[in-house]
């Protein structure tokens, strides 16, 4: 059952990923402005974490975990919605691996955490071919500009990973890894009103906002329940399972992509061309036998 909710989570991430693609894309110039308009929302749905239970105040010294995820989870979205904005959707959500590879390292430095060999081995055939996807024709991935902007968004969600286990193994609740980085990281975008370019141009996509609004719902809505998921996952798995689990995304993105463009005919910023989606495919076999080590 556990590892049925685990793999729930990189199936809503996906989702959050292509809706946020159409909102950086197409609505917003400026990142600030989307990281803005997409935290307002934050808190619309954690009412709904108390169906799972009842968060408690953090413990002594435990806040400033609370903090630090919080502004990893604002953080994080400024180098994401500028990589979302150069390549492929589903080449950013692979590149979210490339950080991935301090989660061994961290696991055992922070949470005295070992796997057997054919776990490592198995994180590691998910990695190669995460990072796989980012290869542009003859391309390298360090020439894109998107592999930068990516390595930084993917080395603070995989140290956010171990934080979270970290401050369940303390606490013991995971709920409240849910409840408190949403509601702290609703309020920090808030700054950005005292700053005068970036006020202004927020205040002058306001209507843009008011018009695509059920959409910013409809992404915090997903993004909660990926939230959800992946930390009761974390709860229960090691980091390095969950973070094999999470890299499933780019197969969710793919299959939701070609779904909406064969059925509804909606054109996300995504290339299909069979030679791209057996390229694709392969990687996504390889990364498949990765989980299947891991777990």
Not at 113 to 134: C, D, K, P, R, T
Request: charged letters at 15%; a positive charge; proline letters at 5%.
């Amino acid at each position: 059952m556990i590892l049925f909710i685990a793999f729930l989570s990189p199936m809503f991430y996906a989702t959050a990923v292509l809706i946020e693609s159409l909102l950086s894309n197409y609505t917003f110039k400026h990142q600030t402005t989307m990281i803005f308009y997409i935290s307002m929302m934050n808190c619309v749905f954690l009412p709904l974490v108390l169906f799972f239970g009842h968060p408690t105040l953090p413990q002594g010294n435990m806040l400033r975990f609370y903090l630090l995820l919080a502004v990893i989870d604002v953080g994080y979205l400024y180098p994401y919605y500028s990589a979302m904005k150069v390549i492929d959707t589903s080449i950013v959500s692979a590149l979210f691996a490339l950080g991935q590879v301090i989660v061994p390292i961290l696991s055992f430095l922070i949470l005295r955490e070992v796997l057997n060999l054919h776990q490592y081995i198995g994180f590691m055939i998910i990695i190669l071919a995460s990072i796989a996807l980012s290869i542009k024709g003859d391309k390298v991935p360090k020439l894109n500009r998107a592999f930068y902007y990516m390595m930084l968004s993917s080395f603070m969600l995989s140290s956010r990973i171990i934080f979270v286990k970290l401050v369940i193994k303390e606490e013991g609740n995971w709920v409240n890894l849910v409840f408190w980085p949403n509601l702290i990281s609703g309020i920090i975008p808030l700054g950005l009103l005292f700053i005068k370019k970036y006020r202004k141009d927020i205040v002058k996509h306001f209507p843009p906002y008011l018009h695509k609004c059920p959409l910013f719902a409809l992404n915090e809505f997903v993004y909660f329940w990926a939230v959800t998921t992946e930390t009761y996952g974390v709860s229960k798995l090691s980091p390095v399972v969950s973070a094999s689990i999470d890299r499933m995304e780019p197969i969710f993105l793919l299959a939701i992509s070609g779904f909406l463009l064969y059925v509804f005919n909606i054109k996300l910023k995504e290339k299909i061309t069979m030679r791209i989606l057996l390229k694709k495919l392969f990687c996504f076999v390889l990364m498949i036998l990765g989980v299947i080590l891991v777990v």
